[in-house]
């Protein structure tokens, strides 16, 4: 199974995690193939989603990188 995120699928993931989290996350597929789509609040990438294909079952990983320097002046 492919685990590559499609068109379609980053529409879907566009509309849930817009209207889940943040109006104005953005969803972009890489331009590389991998599995991965990088969300984006504005210019800022704010982390990736993986496609997980498990027993005939898929899921998508929603993952954030938090570096200490971002949390330095809070």
Known sequence: MDKNITAIEEAKLQSFLSSKLNPELVVQRRNRPDECAEIYIG???MGVVSKIID??????????TILDIDLEDL
């Open 43 to 45: 210019d800022e990438c």
């Open 55 to 64: 027993e005939g079952e898929t899921s998508f990983s929603f993952e954030i």
